[in-house]
T-cell receptor
Framework: GQQVMQIPQYQHVQEGEDFTTYCNSS?????IQWYKQRPGGHPVFLIQ?????EVKKQKRLTFQFGEAKKNSSLHITATQTTDVGTYFC??????????FGPGTRLSVLP | DSGVTQTPKHLITATGQRVTLRCSPR?????VYWYQQSLDQGLQFLIQ???????AKGNILERFSAQQFPDLHSELNLSSLELGDSALYFC??????????????FGPGTRLTVT
């Protein structure tokens, strides 16, 4: 079945440092979504990527979809304490099932 | 506030019992998803309904069942509960739910504790 991996599992950074999480799929994807879950909260949609090689930016966040549509990355520039949480990628296997990656937990030290 | 409501917020019950979790999607959303999140774990997709019909199935146990009603609210039924079923159960909704993905809006979750 669909395998989705995320690395790293945990990341501790000093406030102001950059952060990147990677999502890798075993199969070619139709699209990929990213979600953020704050501690004690629920997942919140960040973005969806559809096209091969697509790059989207949201303020300090940059999302990229791989050329082969099997991997994606989320990069945060100059992290802030408000960036703390777990970042999940989520893939939809052409409507067959929905799979969330295991997530990358980000801690930001002030 | 995502617009998705879930009740109850917390539920404590004993092994062997049966519980029902309820979800009301955002106004206008036709698709409902159920997820299980164990302590410090990722989100496990259980099942998806679209406009009353089952659309996709994930790792849902046979002891679990769900349905979506004509008014589009959904219920997740968990029976013969075991200690390992203790988890946070999220409901999410989206506008559609076919071969094209749409962003999902998550509810606040129901925390189930089985003792």
């Amino acid at each position: 079945g669909q395998q989705v991996m995320q690395i790293p599992q945990y990341q501790h950074v000093q406030e102001g440092e950059d952060f990147t999480t990677y999502c890798n799929s075993s199969t070619t994807l139709s699209n990929i979504q990213w979600y953020k879950q704050r501690p004690g909260g629920h997942p919140v949609f960040l973005i969806q990527l559809v096209k091969s090689g697509e790059v989207k930016k949201q303020k300090r966040l940059t999302f990229q979809f791989g050329e082969a549509k099997k991997n994606s990355s989320l990069h945060i520039t100059a992290t802030q304490t408000t960036d703390v949480g777990t970042y999940f990628c989520a893939v939809d296997n052409y409507g067959q099932n929905f799979v969330f990656g295991p997530g990358t937990r980000l801690s930001v030290l002030p | 506030d995502s617009g998705v409501t879930q009740t109850p917020k917390h539920l404590i019950t004993a092994t062997g019992q049966r519980v029902t979790l309820r979800c009301s999607p955002r106004s206008g959303d036709l698709s409902v998803y159920w997820y299980q999140q164990s302590l410090d774990q990722g989100l496990q997709f259980l099942i998806q309904y679209y406009n009353g019909e089952e659309r996709a199935k994930g790792n849902i146990l046979e002891r679990f069942s769900a349905q979506q009603f004509p008014d589009l609210h959904s219920e997740l039924n968990l029976s013969s509960l075991e200690l390992g079923d203790s988890a946070l159960y999220f409901c999410a909704s989206s506008v559609e739910g076919g071969t094209v993905s749409y962003e999902q809006y998550f509810g606040p979750g129901t925390r189930l504790t089985v003792t």
